[in-house]
Structures are given as structure tokens and as C-alpha cells.
């Protein structure tokens, strides 16, 4: 999982309100503590869980299956597309 800038940014302003007020040289070191954190919270397996992707993505080959003969060359896209909504806090 890799956050957009704007994530981050995101992110930082709902750990410190005061982020937007802070020298450019804070809120970068900030931002590069967020990403550490992220990525250690990651690492422990804290923040995905391995049995509902892949339950997700059985889903939509399951639904490429349904729809007919050669239809599960569109999983693949389908299955990228959960990544991005994830991404957004959605559920496709």
C-alpha cells in the first residue's frame, strides 16, 4: 500500500491540527514519519487482511465466470479496480 501525497497530507492534518501552520521543514519530516509509521504498521500485517482480498478478488472471477465463456479476461482490471477503491475507503 502506497498513500497518495495527498493521503499523507491528509493524514497529517488528523494527527496535528496545527500541520497546515507548521514551517515547511516540520510538516515534510511529518510526512516522512507517517510513511515510517505506515509502513511498520504494514510490515506487522496491521491495517490488510490477506482473507478478505482474496475473497474479494474470488468474487469477481466468480462474477466474470457467471456473466459467460471468455468473460474472465475482465477480472483482471476489475481486481486492480478493488486496489483503487480500497485506496478511497470504498468497497467495490
Same mark, same amino acid.
Given at each position: 500500500?502506497? @498513500?497518495?501525497?495527498?493521503?499523507?497530507?491528509?493524514?497529517? !492534518?488528523?494527527?496535528r491540527?496545527?500541520?497546515? !501552520?507548521? @514551517?515547511?521543514?516540520? %510538516?515534510?519530516?511529518?510526512?516522512?514519519?507517517?510513511?515510517?509509521?505506515?509502513?511498520?504498521w504494514?510490515?506487522?500485517g496491521?491495517?490488510?487482511?490477506? *482473507?478478505?482480498?482474496?475473497?474479494?478478488?474470488a468474487?469477481?472471477?466468480?462474477?466474470? *465466470?457467471?456473466e459467460? @465463456?471468455?468473460?474472465?479476461?475482465?477480472?483482471? @482490471?476489475?481486481? %486492480?479496480?478493488?486496489?483503487? *477503491?480500497?485506496? %478511497?475507503?470504498? %468497497?467495490?
Open positions: 500500500m502506497t @498513500p497518495t501525497d495527498a493521503q499523507v497530507r491528509s493524514a497529517c !492534518l488528523s494527527y491540527h496545527d500541520y497546515g !501552520l507548521l @514551517p515547511a521543514d516540520q %510538516r515534510a519530516r511529518l510526512q516522512f514519519e507517517a510513511r515510517e509509521w505506515l509502513h511498520a504494514l510490515k506487522e496491521i491495517g490488510c487482511d490477506r *482473507n478478505e482480498v482474496i475473497e474479494e478478488c468474487a469477481v472471477i466468480d462474477q466474470c *465466470n457467471r459467460g @465463456p471468455y468473460q474472465a479476461i475482465a477480472a483482471a @482490471p476489475r481486481i %486492480r479496480a478493488l486496489k483503487t *477503491n480500497q485506496s %478511497r475507503g470504498q %468497497r467495490a
